[in-house]
Every structure is written in structure tokens, then in C-alpha cells.
């Protein structure tokens, strides 16, 4: 094992944060998100964040799904068939990582999966009906929709092929946004529990908004942990 000097940030405010303190307390699920094509998720650090996990909590769930990610290659400007295969490869990356390290944990009494996108998430009613709801407030509340276009923009940013338009490859990249913020908040559905920690290394605001109530309404049964 390398060595782990990982920590939970303490003394956030906020329900987000409240309910992953309380996740931790009770050692209960948290779930790791890991981004095809985003550098943070090196082989070191996906060891040293599944490590630190599986000291923490009794229940991991981990996804780097590719099906998501092909929006965000589609709105750089790859077509349709090499946007599918680069975000199906760097997936794999990922997860052949993962499982490397899930093999080396002492601990092999947790209860730690990899969650396929396709046969787990993406045909799930509970994952689907929020989806919808994300669409809708999308579309209805104007703060959702302007923080949403700058997160994705944010994401997309010196990354656009030449001659793609902008807020054209933002429209389409948002669409990754939406289908993770649909799972975060349906995860404790998905996974039959009262509460979920999703466990991250930088603040995620658009996430902290809409489970503290800016847009809507406060959701308790998600949480968010910072661990750096």
C-alpha cells in the first residue's frame, strides 16, 4: 500500500455537507465518480481514494461510465463513432485501474462494485424520472440553466475543436451534466438507502446548490464529502 494522505475537509456548511458528515459517521455508501478524460484520475489516486474509502465506509459504489462522457466528446467536435470510442476507452482505463486496486484492499470484507452504466443506472425508473425533473428545471429555472452552461463550459474550455460553435458544443456537453446530477440524486433510490456520500477532491457547486434548495428544494438524502 503507498501511503495515504488523504483527508475529509471539515466544517462545511450546508445540508450537502451535513448528511456526507453524517454518511461517514455511519460508515454507510459512498460513491466514487470518476470522469473519462479528466487527469485527477491517475492509477496513483484512484488507489489512494478507493484506499481511503474503504477505511471510511461499509458500502462503495464506483463509476467511470462512457456513456455519459460521449456527449462531452461529441461537443468538443468528434463525431458520433469516435466520440463513443474514446469515452469506451478511457472508461476502460479507468476501471482496469480500479479493479487493480480493489484486488490489492485488505479489507475484503467491504462491499465495493463497479456499477455499470448500461445494465444498472440507465434503465433505472428512479434514475430516469429525475433525469426528467434536471430537464425540467433546465428548461424553467433560469439560475439552474446559467449555472449548468458555465459548469460545462468550464469543462469544455480550450478543448473545442476549431470551428465548432460554442454554445452549440455547451448544449450538448450539458447533457453529461444532467445525467450525472440525475444519478447523485437518485443514487439512495438506485441503491435502496436512506443516505449517499459522493466523494470528491474539488468543491462541485452546481451539486451543493440544488441539494441545499437554491433552484428548488432541499434534498437531505445526498451528501457530499471533500477529500483532499
Known amino acids: 500500500m503507498m501511503s495515504n494522505n488523504l ?32 487527469s485527477y484520475f491517475s492509477p496513483d ?7 481511503f474509502c474503504s477505511e471510511r465506509f461499509s458500502v462503495i459504489r464506483i463509476l467511470a461510465p462512457f456513456e455519459p462522457a460521449i456527449h462531452t466528446y461529441k461537443s468538443i467536435g468528434y463525431e458520433e463513432k469516435r466520440a463513443s470510442r474514446k469515452a469506451k ?24 462494485k463497479i456499477i455499470d452504466w448500461d445494465a444498472d443506472i440507465s434503465s433505472n425508473e428512479h434514475y430516469k424520472k429525475i433525469l426528467k425533473a434536471i430537464e425540467k428545471l433546465y428548461s424553467e429555472n433560469e439560475s439552474f440553466q446559467k449555472n449548468a452552461d458555465s459548469t460545462t463550459e468550464q469543462v469544455l474550455k480550450n478543448k473545442i475543436k476549431p470551428g465548432k460553435d460554442a454554445q452549440e458544443s455547451v448544449k450538448t456537453g450539458v447533457r453529461y451534466l444532467f445525467e450525472e446530477l440525475a444519478f447523485v440524486l437518485a443514487s439512495p433510490l438506485i441503491f435502496q438507502v436512506k443516505q449517499t456520500a459522493y466523494i470528491y477532491h474539488k468543491r462541485w457547486p452546481i451539486l451543493e446548490n440544488l441539494v441545499n434548495g437554491k433552484y428548488d428544494k432541499i434534498r437531505k438524502n445526498v451528501g457530499f464529502l471533500l477529500i483532499k
Open 7 to 38: 483527508h475529509v475537509k471539515d466544517g462545511l456548511n450546508g445540508t450537502v455537507f451535513q448528511t456526507g458528515y453524517e454518511v461517514l459517521k455511519n460508515k454507510g455508501l459512498a460513491i466514487i465518480w470518476m470522469s473519462t478524460g479528466n
Open 89 to 112: 476507452l478511457n472508461s476502460n482505463r479507468l476501471k482496469n485501474h480500479t479493479r487493480k486496486t480493489i484486488e490489492k484492499i485488505s479489507n475484503k470484507k467491504i462491499d465495493i
Open 45 to 51: 489516486n484512484i488507489q489512494r481514494i478507493i484506499e
